[in-house]
């Protein structure tokens, strides 16, 4: 059994790499420093070494000189690492991988390097060398759409958590989604699904937030015909729908203890009834779940089971707001604006500079979908070639009043303002308000519910 060290200052990141690897009948040691790579190393017995590149007091190229010749090196790099990568191998790297890579890729470059004779310096063939500088020039355009999954991978600030979505996807692990109203959790699941072996299987996607309770189980299991009043015709289920594929549960902070309890049940025994029926009925099924409020504070406050929290949250993925996606901003909004350009037959070039200062100073409560509506409707009513003030909605333009003590507030707080002052202006109008604050009517709902507000 091949005995690997990584070396990788991510602990998430490192500790699914191992565990991906051990499952892969593979010897696996991490350090997260280089001061402990380097004691690992003198301990020996090491057939390989996967290292990042950068960490923090530690040069990877560093490590790849000492070891020249000793024990074989995989680096691995980020997008816009290439020259590094080309630079380790010159130094005696027997290979790179470029961040995000999928378990197959890695598992492609070990078996290389562990079966590789001679361990000399060499550069990799020009073909991958090509690739690389593809790869590169994306990456510095800033921008590049999965054309599989549809989800905008932008550099940066999501480059974690596109390497998390490659690693994750291919395992059965439960991944629970965890960010606001439209920062794109559902365009994530799906990208989750695409990626893994699942992909040729059906992916259902379940609105726990938009069900009422009573009905939640039928929605879950199905279920035969005259089996409670208004069954009027036998009915499948999520789980039987998503059989062999993957089940993404949108919202699952909001369903009631007692389904929780159904859905914990499902999860353990992976056989279901549909209601009415004494048939056991085996499903195989992937779970993905999200949810925009804090389940772990639900778990604390006792209404949310911390045992089905445990079993949907084998691993999170947090997505950040628009408004700390620093430098993503520009991304999106490109790519948005291509996008556009082709469903509406336009030609709009550019965003004025005003326009970036307003987009720059905006806090996008509506995030991702936010931007792509104000984007959409720029792009409809642009006559000139570049994107103008006048086009962009009034909230965009509003001066916030911001309270003299905001930093007092507490984001809840201040959601909740928000809210009630969509109310009113609105005449408590949800549709318009939900219009208002940027969100859908569910999303509106839930954090009504959620601050339990007087005003349903
Ligand atoms: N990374 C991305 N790349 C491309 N489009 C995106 C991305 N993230 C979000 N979007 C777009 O933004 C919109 C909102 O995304 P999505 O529905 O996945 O958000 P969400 O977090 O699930 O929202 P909600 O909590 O309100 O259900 C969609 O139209 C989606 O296509």
Redesign the pocket.
Known sequence: MARILIIEDDAAFAQMLQKFLIRNNFEVLVSHTGADAENKIKEGNLQLVITDLRLPNYDGLDLVSALQGKIPIIVMTGYAEVASAVKAMKMGAYDYISKPFTPDQMLAVIDGALHAKPLEPKVKSTDKNQEKELQVQRAQQGVSSDKTT???LVSDATQKLEEYISLVAPTDMSVLII?E???????TAKAIHEKSLRKEQPFVALDCGAIPKELASSEFFGHLKGSFTGAIADKIGSFEAANGGTLFL?EVGNLSYENQMQLLRALQERKIKRIGSNKEINVDVRILS?T?EDLKAAVEKGTFREDLYHRLNEFSLQIPALKDRHGDLKAFATYFLEKFNGKLGKQVADFSPEVWNVFNTYTWPGN??EL?NVIQRAVLLSTENTIEIHTLPAELLEKKDVPKDFGALSKADFEKEQIINALKKTNYNKSKAAKLLQ??RK?LYNRINYYDLDVL
């Open positions: 549809g989800l905008l960010g109203s439209g920062t794109g959790k559902e365009v949108d999200a925009n991702i979908r792509q969100v859908t999303t």
